[in-house]
Structure formats: C-alpha cells, structure tokens
C-alpha cells in the first residue's frame, strides 16, 4: 500500500514555512495531499480558491509541483483522511507554544480515527517564527515580504491590500 499522507491547514497564505514542511513530507511519504480547510470560523482573508491557487503556484515556483496534491475540504480533518485513504496527518511544530494546541487536536483525531497517526515535523531554523497571521500584518501595512512568501503570494497580497 502507497503510504500517503496529508497536509492539512488554513494557509493564509501559504509561506515558505508550510512550503518547507511539504519538502519534509516528501522525503518520508511517497504522497503528499496538501488539505486546505475552508475554516469560516478563522475568517480568512482570502478564500478558499485565492488559498489554494497561491499553494499551486507557489508548488509550481519551487519545483515541487506534480508531487504534491492540492485539495480543499470543509468537513471534519479525520473524514477527509479517511476519503483521501492517509494514513498520516502532517503537522508543523515551530516554537513551543505550538505543541498545546496541536497536542489537543491530535488526541482528539485519535479518538475519533484511531487507524491515522500524527506525525510532526520540524521546519527550518529560519522559518520558526513565521506564521501566515504575521505575513498577512506585514503586507497590510506595505511592508517586505519577499523573504517570507513566493513571489506569487507577495503579489496577491499585494493585490488584495492595494489601496
Ligand atoms: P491551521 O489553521 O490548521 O493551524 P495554518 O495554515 O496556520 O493552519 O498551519 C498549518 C500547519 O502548518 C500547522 O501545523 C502549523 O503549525 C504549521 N505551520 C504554520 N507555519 C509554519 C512554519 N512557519 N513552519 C512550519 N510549520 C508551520
């Protein structure tokens, strides 16, 4: 059986964190399914198609494309695992801080589907301070984000903020 994982998150925008939490992935699961959540509760500010167009293109920036699938879904994560046959969630751990919630969750997901493990993965040194909330500030008020995001999102941001 292929082991296939998936990468479940808001992505915001997508940032070069996530993006280095997929090349992570790959290295362990022959298939990555990248989920994106439609999460109106978050109220994201770009909706779920912007979402995963900028996580297309920016797989299709870095090379990765072809690799990875990018797939949206508004039901509960573990139904969406189980329809997409993982049999891993990806998550990314950057500070401390992160492990409550994200300990929290992956309990509950292992009682609701025991047969899926969840496997955390470190990003790079670089990336550990970077969120999705944090990019979207900084564009808002005009700064450089060029370092955090692929070009494709620093421009849709840039769209989406133009005044
Ligand atoms: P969610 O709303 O599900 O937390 P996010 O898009 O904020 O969605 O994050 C998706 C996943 O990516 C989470 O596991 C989060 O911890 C992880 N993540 C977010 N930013 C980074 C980063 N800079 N480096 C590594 N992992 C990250």
């Known amino acids: ?10 992505f915001d925008p ?12 790959l290295e362990l699961f022959p298939e ?43 039901t509960l994560l573990v139904e969406f695992a189980k329809r997409e046959g993982a049999v891993a969630i990806l998550r990314g751990i950057r500070i401390v801080s992160d492990m409550d919630h994200e300990f929290t ?14 496997v955390f993965l470190m990003p790079s040194d670089d990336y550990a301070y970077l969120s999705s909330s944090a990019v979207r500030e900084i564009a808002f008020y005009g700064g450089d984000v060029s370092q955090f995001v692929t070009p494709f999102v620093e421009r849709k941001l840039k769209e989406k903020f133009r005044r």
């Open 14 to 25: 997508v940032t070069l964190g996530h993006l280095d939490i997929v090349k992570r992935g």
């Open 105 to 118: 969750m992956a309990s509950l997901n292992r009682k609701l589907y025991p047969e899926i493990e969840t």
């Open 32 to 74: 990555l399914i990248v989920g994106i959540a439609e999460n109106p509760k978050k109220k994201p500010l770009f909706s779920i198609e912007e979402r995963k167009e900028m996580f297309i293109e920016s797989l299709k920036e870095l090379g990765l494309n072809g690799k990875v699938k990018v797939k949206t879904f508004n």
């Open 1 to 10: 059986m292929i082991k296939r994982a998936i990468y479940p998150g808001t």
